[in-house]
């Protein structure tokens, strides 16, 4: 089973609204990722979790609060987004990466999210 | 100089066309590389992951040339559905993929 599945779909918020995104896996990865993707760019690397804890965050802005409350979920929470904030969230996981190389992500369905 | 390049396209095809993709990237010290394509608003997939011997996958055949630098996506006998943005994806440091902006292929009856 590589599935990798995230909540909601789609989300429209405000500028002054609290969400949350949600990500889920049960492929025994250890490793989690937040991307975000604009339309025609590649993924942007957010944030990477290795053994539930906060292993890279790429200078991420702090509306953007990422947890791991367990080896299977990833949350990201967002609070006071500004329109430029509108994009595919992607969730990925991997096993967790040794020295010598990455390992292959699988990644979730997404999360649209417009900011009005 | 950027850390993956890929040639944007679009490669536009007749079904049955034998079409192939290259990507350079500029660490040397990369480890590990791979092909994902990607649909219209959709997430990226593993197409599949390109080792020094080269790798073949039905239709697909993938090569990696680390003395050049570059690697190869070969898609024989085209199909409508393969139409998609192919990425070239690198590991930077353990954990940290670095994407290419993605080749689109669009194969044509």
């Known amino acids: 089973d590589t599935e990798v599945t995230q909540t909601p779909k789609h989300l429209v918020m405000g500028m002054t609204n609290k969400k949350s995104l949600k990500c889920e896996q049960h492929?025994?990865?250890?490793?989690m990722y937040w991307y975000k993707q604009k339309a025609k760019k590649p993924p942007e690397l957010m944030f990477v979790y290795s053994y539930e804890k906060l292993s890279i965050n790429e200078s991420v802005p702090s509306r953007f609060s990422p947890e791991c409350p367990n080896s299977s979920l990833l949350n990201l929470h967002l609070h006071a987004l500004q329109p430029e904030d509108s994009a595919l969230y992607l969730c990925a996981s991997s096993q967790v990466s040794a020295a010598e190389g990455a390992y292959e992500q699988y990644f979730g369905p997404g999360t649209r999210l417009t900011v009005t | 100089r950027k850390e993956v390049e890929q040639d944007p396209g679009p490669f536009n095809v007749p079904e049955g066309a034998t079409v192939a993709f290259n990507c350079t990237y500029s660490n040397s010290a990369s480890q590990s590389f791979f092909w994902y394509r990607q649909d219209c608003r959709k997430e990226p997939k593993l197409l599949m992951s390109?080792?020094?011997s080269g790798n073949e996958d039905g239709r697909f055949t993938a090569q990696l040339n680390r003395a050049s630098q570059y690697i190869s996506l070969l898609i024989r006998d085209s199909k409508l559905s393969d139409s998609a943005t192919y990425l070239c994806v690198v590991s930077g440091t353990a954990s940290k993929l670095t994407f290419g902006t993605g080749t689109r292929l669009q194969v044509t009856l």
């Open positions: 390109v080792y020094s």
């Open positions: 492929m025994g990865h250890r490793a």
